[in-house]
């Protein structure tokens, strides 16, 4: 005498494994959405708008960085908390004034916390510009007008420690 309980008979069918492959694709493809969906909400990578015409201007901008350099210009860029500092001197170790003098302060990824200021002549002939960073690494991108040896464009990446 057997104990083995009766069985309807209808065991994995074809139903069973339509549902299998239905649902696995259906959560490959919901997972596909909504990572396109994040990656289109966030950062693009665009560095620039048109690349055409930063090619244009790219050769003009190193032949200047070129001329300013041989005429031994320096420049150096610093940041304390509350302010950021820019010292430019020539080849005499003057301070060099540029005039109007602007900083684009931006994370390298992401496109947040972004601040464009103008830098302030000091006395001392050095540039400084208000201005609090989170903690973190950032990009400075100092710019100024033509100058007798073309435009002036310093690019800097700087880590701030501690968060004011």
């Known amino acids: 005498m057997s104990t083995a309980k009766p069985t309807s008979g209808k065991g994995f069918t074809g139903a069973h494994m339509l ?8 959560v ?4 596909n959405i909504t990572m396109a969906t994040l990656a289109m909400k966030s950062w693009t990578g665009l560095v620039v708008t048109n690349s055409y015409v930063a090619s244009q201007e790219f050769e003009e901008k190193r032949l200047a960085h070129e001329a300013q350099r041989a005429a031994g210009w320096e420049a150096v860029l610093t940041y304390r908390p509350g302010a950021a500092r820019l010292v430019i001197l020539d080849g005499a170790r003057a ?13 390298p990824v992401g496109g947040h916390d972004d601040k464009a ?9 050095a540039y400084e510009a208000a201005v609090e960073l989170p903690a973190g690494l950032w990009e400075a991108t100092v710019t100024a007008a033509d100058t007798a040896l073309g435009p002036f464009e310093l690019r800097e990446r700087m880590r701030v420690e501690t968060a004011p």
Do not use: T
């Not at 490959?28 to 997972?31: C, E, G, N």
């Not at 301070?95 to 994370?107: A, E, F, Q, Y």
């Not at 200021?117 to 002939?125: M, N, S, V, Y």
């Open 117 to 125: 200021l103008a830098f302030e002549r000091k006395a001392d002939g």
């Open 19 to 26: 549902m299998m492959a239905v649902g696995f694709f259906g």
């Open 95 to 107: 301070p060099i004034d540029l005039g109007d003098v602007s900083i684009l302060l931006n994370r």
């Open 28 to 31: 490959i493809i919901a997972v």
